[in-house]
Nanobody, 125 residues
Framework: QVQLVESGGGLVQAGDSLRLACAGFGNSFSSYSAGWFRQAPGEERAFVASIGWSGSDTRYAEFVKGRFTISRDNAKNTVYLQMNSLKTEDTALYYC??????????????????WGQGSKVAVSF
């Protein structure tokens, strides 16, 4: 199984930017769709963005469209989430996940079978 390790979280002010990275250690990470989810305290884990194996197909939750960009570098086995114009409501634990699908990236949490440990993002006023 591929091990996923997130990095890049931190404490920023509203309007700032952060870039999260998810490094996949092991074979096959670059062959499957990947996604980012987030979970705020007391809330369910929610879909943020997903990307197909080639990087050409992406999906976004409505609340991040125009602000966040998902990308991947398969040579580095890494998926990124560029987050711009951050808002206080973006505060959450952000998880990277690997799908078992090689097709169109999905928003469905149950389609992802491999998860990272999470990276904390805190946005203050």
């Amino acid at each position: 199984q591929v091990q996923l390790v997130e990095s890049g979280g931190g404490l920023v002010q509203a309007g700032d930017s952060l870039r999260l990275a998810c490094a996949g250690f092991g074979n096959s990470f670059s062959s499957y769709s990947a996604g980012w989810f987030r979970q705020a305290p007391g809330e369910e884990r929610a879909f943020v963005a997903s990307i197909g194996w080639s990087g050409s197909d992406t999906r976004y939750a409505e609340f991040v469209k125009g602000r966040f960009t998902i990308s991947r570098d398969n040579a580095k086995n890494t998926v990124y989430l560029q987050m711009n114009s951050l808002k206080t409501e973006d505060t959450a634990l952000y998880y990277c996940a690997q799908s078992a699908s090689t097709g169109v990236p999905t928003e469905a949490r149950e389609e992802y079978h491999n998860w990272g440990q999470g990276s904390k993002v805190a946005v203050s006023f």
